[in-house]
């Protein structure tokens, strides 16, 4: 256990995170306003605030490091700019500790992009691009990929017009569950009995999106059905449910449809022939590795090979934008193997390819400089620049980007398409620039006012017992949800 000493302001939480980029598992404690006791490990974020500047004290103290550092920090917002500097004493003990230098330095947050457009408002590219690299110590690569991701969404972001927004469908089933897997997703066998009542629920959902949105104004842009595995549904099940939503909604301004059908033992000729008859404009195939003993290894009960047949079928059924998943880190895969699967996504055409960082659920990479866990740092992050150099040369651009919690060294999910064929709610949804409503376990509504830089998220039940169990709750969020847009459009 490791103390968290926090005395004189509110930095815990950057604190916390940027100590996870470097101890992924590590267990903290906080403790407020007290002294730090000796003789444990422990971490100090002290501040003290003067009439017109503040000074900032951190202190480290683990095993037989200890190191400590002080700043004066002055400016208009003196609480933002302590914060900066304190999280950039820390950075530089952790370094020095540990031995290791992230790529994406002290920025810890979910969406990299948003910080770029953020400082555009008020900067030149080139001040942006300084203050990435010279304050928050950002890499030089990674920062040329937020500015490519950055300029490949613009775009797609003021095409979207303020009564739009975009429905995502949950379902969350799988054939089996991944090892590496920190969805809500759960096994179709598992709840088999339970499917159609959750069918029906969500389609009951989905009718009174659609009535709430009318009362709004709003006009639907954007399907995604996600999961889970949506595919792992009977076609049936499937029909009631594309039903409800091509019978609900009016779809004058959907430019984008996408379904998930993210393993392949869950496809054949005669699903994908009923799907090609739906709104489908895109598709997902997700093949993880094109390495058969990784594939054993995180519990998918296919082959790469099943994964090129399954394309093969998606291809030959008229899907012109397909997709698949990559995942750098995976338990037994090499850089080389790695690089393989990339060339084999290639080589399959795929319109989108998306290249996911492992993310830990538990212990994990603990980096130190005595242990070898480091390596496996070093190896995804070659992984995922080699993957980058790979894909920019055979014509994909980077077009969206997010990182997970305890994602291995900190590094990021980018999803990358052949030009024109970005897919647009991954934008909408990952740049908050409108709104999203989210049917079924585990989905998120985000409501956006872009007018105030508001978000108000409202969530669904997580698991598809409780869902179905307080399914009037979920309809009563949903009027809350409407409300809230209702408000925010009075004048």
């Not at 200890?66 to 609480?79: I, P």
């Not at 290249?355 to 005595?370: E, G, M, Q, Y």
């Not at 064929?421 to 990952?430: D, G, L, S, T």
């Not at 009563?476 to 004048?491: D, G, L, N, V």
């Given at each position: ?12 939480y ?10 992924p ?40 490091f ?14 933002k ?19 290791y230098?992230?790529a ?19 900067n ?32 797609i972001m ?68 996600g ?20 019978t609900?909604f ?18 054949d ?22 390495n ?11 082959t790469a ?25 995976l ?20 319109e ?90 585990g ?32 309809k ?16």
């Open positions: 256990m490791m103390h968290l000493y926090i005395n004189g302001n509110n930095y815990h950057s604190f916390e995170q940027l100590l996870r980029v470097f101890m598992d590590i267990k903290l404690e906080k403790i407020y306003n007290t002294p730090p006791e000796e003789g444990g490990d422990y971490v100090l974020c002290q501040s003290r605030e003067n009439d017109d500047s503040l000074d900032i004290e951190v202190r480290v103290s683990f095993g037989d200890k190191r400590k550092a002080a700043k004066t920090c002055n400016g208009e917002d003196l609480y700019t302590g914060e900066l500097r304190a999280c950039q004493l820390l950075y530089d003990m952790l370094v020095e500790y540990s031995g230098i992230p994406w330095g002290i920025q810890t947050g979910v969406r990299p992009s948003k910080i770029y457009f953020k400082l555009l408002r008020n030149t590219p080139e001040q942006a691009v300084k203050y990435l690299q010279e304050e928050l110590f950002i890499s030089s690569s990674k920062v040329d990929i937020v500015k490519a991701v950055c300029e490949n969404e613009l775009a003021e095409s979207s017009a303020a009564d739009q927004f975009s429905l995502f469908v949950s379902i969350p089933f799988c054939p089996s569950r991944c090892s590496y897997c920190s969805f809500i997703s759960h096994s179709y066998e598992s709840l088999k009995k339970r499917i159609p009542e959750y069918v029906n629920l969500l389609c009951e959902e989905i009718a009174q999106i659609a009535s709430l949105s009318k009362e709004c104004g709003l006009h639907l842009r954007s399907v995604y059905i999961g889970g595995t949506p595919t792992v549904l009977e076609i049936a099940q499937l029909e009631q449910i594309f039903d409800a939503i091509t609900h009016d779809f004058e301004n959907v430019t984008e449809f996408t379904i998930e059908a993210g393993r392949p033992d869950t496809l000729a005669k699903k994908l022939a009923f799907l090609k008859k739906q709104p489908v404009t895109r598709i997902t195939v997700n093949a993880q590795s094109f058969d003993e990784v594939l054993r290894t995180i519990g998918r009960n296919h090979e099943a994964v090129k047949e399954a394309y093969k079928l998606t291809r030959e059924s008229g899907f012109d934008n397909i997709n698949t998943d990559l995942i750098a880190g338990e037994g895969e090499s850089v080389d193997s790695f690089l393989n699967s990339v060339r084999s996504a290639i080589a399959l055409k795929a989108n390819i998306t290249i996911h960082t492992l993310a830990l659920k538990r212990s994990s990479f603990l980096i130190t400089r005595d242990d070898t866990k480091g390596q496996i740092v070093g190896i995804t992050a070659e992984m995922i620049e080699k993957a980058n150099e790979i894909l920019t040369q055979s014509g994909y651009e980077p077009y969206y980007m997010y990182r997970q919690s305890k994602s291995v060294g900190n590094l990021e999910n980018t999803g990358w398409a052949l030009p024109g064929k970005a897919c647009e709610y991954n934008v909408f949804m990952m740049e908050e620039v409108q709104h999203v409503f989210g049917a079924g376990a989905a998120v509504t985000r409501l956006v006012n872009p007018e105030l830089s508001e978000i108000k998220r409202i969530f669904n039940f997580k698991y598809p017992y409780e869902y179905i169990a307080d399914f009037e709750q979920m009563a969020r949903k009027i809350e949800a409407a409300s809230i847009i209702k408000k925010w459009q009075k004048p």
